[in-house]
C-alpha cells in the first residue's frame, strides 16, 4: 500500500511537472505570437507610412505641374492677347484716330485657379476713358472694326499664300448714328483693302461701290443707290 501510495504520489508529481510545461510552453508560444503580431504591425506601419510619404509626394509633383501648365496657359494666352492690342492699335494708328485698347488677359488668382476674363479700356489721345462700354457707339465701331481688321491680319499671317485680303462685317453698327457708320466707311477705305460691310443705317456720303438691299414682302431686293 505505501508503495501504491508512493507510486501514485510521484505520478501526480509528473504530471504537474507535463501540466506547467504544457502551459510554460503555451505562454511562451502566445508571447511569441504576440511579439511577432507586433512586429508586423509595426513593419505594415512603416510600409503604409512609406506609400502615404510617397502619394504625398506624387500628389505635389502632380499639382506642381498643373500650376505649371496652368501659367504656360496663361502665358500663351496673354501672348495672344497683347498680340492682338497691338495689331489693333496699329490700326487705330494707321486710320489716324486717337483712340487707343488696352488689353487685360488672363491671370492666375490666389487658389491657383485661371480667371478667363479679358477687361478692355480705353484710351483717347492718351487720356483714360475707362471701359470699353463707356465709349460712344461710333467710337466702339470703330474699335471692333479696328479688332476685327487685327485678327484677319493674324490668321492671314498664319494662312497658306498670305489668305485673303477681304474682311466681311455684318451689322456691327446697328447702334451707330450716320456719323459713326462713315467714319468706320472711312478707316475701311483707308486700309485699302476690300470690305463687305453691312448695316441697317443710312448715309449720305457717296461711294463708288455701294449696294442697297430692299426688302419688300418677305423678297430681298438688291439694287444700286440712286
Same mark, same amino acid.
Request: aromatic share 4%; glycine share 8%.
Given at each position: 500500500?505505501?508503495?501504491? /501510495?508512493? @507510486? $501514485?504520489? +510521484? ?11 504544457? &502551459?510554460?510552453?503555451? %505562454? #511562451?508560444?502566445?508571447? /511569441?505570437? @504576440? $511579439?511577432? +503580431? ?11 507610412? &512609406?506609400?502615404?510619404? %510617397? #502619394? ?171
Amino acid at each position: 500500500k505505501k508503495f501504491d /501510495a508512493w @507510486k $501514485a504520489d +510521484k505520478q501526480n508529481g509528473l504530471n504537474k511537472i507535463a501540466e506547467a510545461e504544457a &502551459k510554460a510552453k503555451k %505562454e #511562451a508560444a502566445a508571447e /511569441a505570437l @504576440k $511579439a511577432e +503580431k507586433a512586429v508586423n504591425e509595426a513593419i505594415a506601419k512603416k510600409v503604409a507610412d &512609406k506609400k502615404q510619404r %510617397e #502619394a504625398v509626394v506624387k500628389f505635389n509633383e502632380f499639382k506642381e505641374q498643373e500650376q505649371r501648365f496652368v501659367g504656360f496657359k496663361t502665358h500663351l494666352a496673354n501672348t495672344k492677347i497683347n498680340s492682338i492690342a497691338q495689331i489693333t492699335n496699329k490700326v487705330l494708328q494707321d486710320v489716324k484716330s486717337p483712340l487707343r485698347v488696352h488689353l487685360s488677359g488672363f491671370t492666375v488668382t490666389k487658389t491657383g485657379k485661371v480667371r478667363d476674363k479679358i477687361s478692355i479700356s480705353v484710351t483717347r489721345d492718351g487720356i483714360d476713358c475707362g471701359s470699353f462700354l463707356k465709349c460712344s457707339a461710333g467710337e466702339r465701331a470703330r474699335i471692333m472694326f479696328a479688332n476685327i481688321v487685327a485678327m484677319q491680319r493674324m490668321t492671314n499671317l498664319n494662312a497658306v499664300g498670305g489668305g485673303l485680303n477681304l474682311i466681311c462685317i455684318d451689322e456691327i453698327m446697328d447702334s451707330c448714328e450716320e456719323a459713326g457708320i462713315m467714319g468706320v466707311a472711312d478707316i475701311a477705305n483707308q486700309l485699302g483693302i476690300t470690305v463687305l460691310l453691312i448695316t441697317q443705317g443710312k448715309t449720305t456720303e457717296s461711294y463708288p461701290h455701294e449696294l442697297v438691299v430692299t426688302k419688300r414682302c418677305g423678297v430681298s431686293l438688291i439694287g444700286s443707290k440712286s
